[in-house]
C-alpha cells in the first residue's frame, strides 16, 4: 500500500536487530498460542535474578519525592555516589559536575553522539558490537566504521585493524568491556594501546563498562581496568547503570562520567552534552534514588558470578552443551551475559544467518538473535543469553542440537 507517512531518511541505515525483524515473529507465534524460549535479550529480571531489596526499599521510600522534574544532570546524591564510586578506584578527576545521570546508558550513548558529530564524522565501533553504538552513530549522522575483533585472539580487538581504520574524519572510538555480545575482557595492554591510538588522534574515548561486575574468572578479573584510569591523559567518556550488575533494567537508570586531562579542551562539546541533557528535562526520577544505595550497598552481584553462582554455573553450562553440538565451535565468555558461538556455515549451507535464526525459532520455538546483527560481517554467529535456568538452558541448547542434526539452508 502507498505510504501516506513516511519515515525520515535519518532512519535509512539504522538498525536495531535485537529487536527486530525475528522478535516480530516471536511475537506473531505468541499470538498463535506457541511459548517461546526467548533467549535474545540480556534482562535479567524475568529469569529470576531480581534487583536487590535495599535498591527497591530506597525507591518506594523516595517516590513522594520523584513527582517533581529534577537537575537534568541527575539528582546531586546519584551524581556523587557516582563520583566517590570512580575516585575510590584510583579516577583522579571524578568530578560530579562531569557526570549525567541518563535513563540508561542507552540515552546517553545517544546524547553523547549526537552531541560530538557531525556529518560523515567516523567513530571506530567494535565488530561485532552492542549495536546501539552503530545504531545511533548513523542518526546522528556520523560513520560507523567497524575494526575487527579477533575471534582467535578470545575476541580481543584487532590494534593494526584499528590503526589501519583512522582516518582525518574520526571522532572517537568506542570500547565495549567486558564485550557484548563476545564475552571477551580486555587485558590491560589492549587499553593501553588504544589509548595511545587515542591520543595520537584526538579521539574521545567511549568506554561502555555496563558489563564491568560481571566476570566470571579470577585472572580476567584481576585483568580488567577501566578505561577511565588508563586514559588519564585523553578524553575519556565512561558508561556504566543499573541494568545489568543490579539487576534493574526496567527502572532505566545509566550514568555518564567524564574525565581525563584532555576535559578542559572540551568544554564546547561538554556544553553541548549539557543542552541535549537539558532538553529532555531530567531523566526519570525514580530510579536516580538507587543509585547511591546500589553503588554503596552489598555488592549481591558477586556472589553470583563467583564459581557457585548462578551466573557462573550457567556460563560454564551454556559454554559445554555449545560446543558439544557438531559443527558448532564457541570461546569461553569471561564476562556479561552471552555466548557468541561461531556456527559451521558451510557445513549448514547458510547465507543468511537472519533465516538460519527465523528457522530455528519456527521449528524448535527458542530465539536467539543473528551475530550480523551485531555488525559481524559474517553470518556464520549468533547471540545466545545464558540468564535462564540450568534446566532450560539443557532444553534451549538440546533443541538447537536437534535442529542442526539436519539443518541445511540451501
Ligand atoms: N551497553 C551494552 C554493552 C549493553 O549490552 C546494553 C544492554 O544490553 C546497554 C549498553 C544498554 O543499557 P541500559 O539498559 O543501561 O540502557
Given at each position: 500500500m502507498k505510504?501516506l507517512?513516511q519515515?525520515?531518511?535519518?532512519l535509512d ?7 527486530g525483524?525475528?522478535?516480530d ?5 505468541e ?15 524475568p529469569?529470576?535474578f531480581?534487583?536487590?531489596d535495599e535498591?527497591?526499599?530506597?525507591i ?8 517533581g522534574?529534577?537537575?537534568?544532570k541527575?539528582?546531586?546524591p546519584?551524581?556523587?555516589a557516582?563520583?566517590?564510586y570512580?575516585?575510590a ?5 571524578a568530578?560530579?559536575d ?11 550513548i ?8 557531525n556529518?560523515e ?11 546501539l553504538w ?8 556520523g ?6 575483533c579477533d575471534?582467535?585472539?578470545d ?6 585493524d584499528?590503526?589501519?581504520k583512522?582516518?582525518s574524519?574520526?571522532k572517537?572510538?568506542?570500547?565495549i568491556?567486558p564485550?557484548n555480545?563476545t564475552?571477551a575482557?580486555y587485558?590491560r595492554e589492549?587499553?593501553?594501546k ?10 574521545v574515548?567511549f ?5 564491568e ?5 579470577e585472572?580476567a ?6 578505561m ?5 591523559d585523553?578524553?575519556?567518556l565512561?558508561?556504566n547503570g543499573?541494568s545489568?550488575?543490579?539487576r ?17 579542551f572540551?568544554?564546547d562539546?561538554?556544553e ?6 537539558n532538553?529532555r528535562l531530567c ?10 544505595t546500589a553503588?554503596?550497598?552489598y555488592?549481591?552481584i ?7 553462582g548462578?551466573?557462573?554455573e550457567?556460563?560454564n553450562?551454556?559454554y ?6 557438531p ?5 569461553k565468555?569471561?564476562g556479561?551475559?552471552y555466548c ?11 547465507e ?9 525459532l519456527r ?17 556464520d554467529?549468533f547471540?545466545i543469553?545464558?540468564l535462564?535456568?540450568k534446566d532450560?538452558?539443557r532444553d534451549?541448547i538440546?533443541?538447537?542440537a536437534?535442529f542442526?542434526a539436519d539443518?541445511r539452508?540451501?
Amino acid at each position: 500500500m502507498k505510504q501516506l507517512f513516511q519515515k525520515s531518511h535519518k532512519l535509512d541505515d539504522v538498525c536495531y536487530e535485537i529487536r527486530g525483524p525475528v522478535m516480530d515473529e516471536a511475537r506473531r507465534m505468541e499470538e498463535e498460542g506457541f511459548q517461546i524460549l526467548k533467549l535474545n535479550i540480556g534482562n535479567p529480571a524475568p529469569f529470576g535474578f531480581n534487583t536487590p531489596d535495599e535498591i527497591l526499599h530506597d525507591i518506594i521510600i523516595n517516590l513522594p519525592n520523584a513527582q517533581g522534574y529534577g537537575d537534568s544532570k541527575g539528582i546531586f546524591p546519584a551524581r556523587k555516589a557516582v563520583m566517590q564510586y570512580y575516585q575510590a578506584k584510583g579516577v583522579f578527576d571524578a568530578d560530579t559536575d562531569y557526570i549525567f545521570i541518563g535513563n540508561g546508558v542507552s540515552e546517553l550513548i545517544s546524547i553523547s553522539l549526537q552531541a560530538l558529530l557531525n556529518p560523515e564524522d567516523e567513530v571506530l565501533i567494535p565488530a561485532p558490537d552492542y549495536p546501539l553504538w552503530t545504531a545511533v552513530t548513523r542518526l546522528a549522522g556520523g560513520r560507523p566504521v567497524h575494526y575487527i575483533c579477533d575471534e582467535e585472539s578470545d575476541w580481543i580487538p584487532d590494534i593494526d585493524d584499528i590503526r589501519r581504520k583512522i582516518t582525518s574524519r574520526t571522532k572517537g572510538i568506542v570500547v565495549i568491556n567486558p564485550n557484548n555480545p563476545t564475552g571477551a575482557v580486555y587485558p590491560r595492554e589492549v587499553l593501553e594501546k588504544i589509548y595511545e591510538i587515542a591520543c595520537e588522534h584526538n579521539l574521545v574515548i567511549f568506554s561502555d563498562e555496563i558489563y564491568e561486575k560481571i566476570i566470571y574468572d579470577e585472572d580476567a578479573r584481576a585483568a580488567y581496568s577501566p578505561m577511565s584510569l588508563i586514559a588519564e591523559d585523553a578524553l575519556c567518556l565512561t558508561f556504566n547503570g543499573l541494568s545489568k550488575a543490579y539487576r534493574a533494567a526496567g527502572l532505566r537508570a545509566g550514568w555518564l562520567m567524564i574525565s581525563g586531562k584532555k576535559r578542559p579542551f572540551a568544554k564546547d562539546y561538554i556544553e553541548g552534552i549539557s543542552l541535549l541533557s537539558n532538553m529532555r528535562l531530567c531523566s526519570n526520577m525514580t530510579a536516580q534514588f538507587g543509585i547511591q544505595t546500589a553503588l554503596g550497598g552489598y555488592q549481591s552481584i558477586d556472589d553470583l558470578v563467583r564459581p557457585g553462582g548462578r551466573l557462573y554455573e550457567q556460563r560454564n553450562l551454556c559454554y559445554e552443551l555449545l560446543n558439544q553440538i557438531p559443527g558448532v565451535s564457541c570461546r569461553k565468555p569471561k564476562g556479561a551475559l552471552y555466548c557468541f558461538p561461531k556456527l559451521d556455515a558451510e557445513r549448514f549451507g547458510i547465507e543468511s544467518d537472519e533465516l538460519f535464526v527465523l528457522d530455528f525459532l519456527r521449528e524448535k520455538k527458542v530465539q536467539v538473535v543473528q551475530g550480523t546483527g551485531f555488525n559481524w560481517p559474517h553470518p556464520d554467529h549468533f547471540r545466545i543469553v545464558f540468564l535462564p535456568d540450568k534446566d532450560t538452558l539443557r532444553d534451549a541448547i538440546g533443541r538447537l542440537a536437534d535442529f542442526l542434526a539436519d539443518y541445511r539452508q540451501n
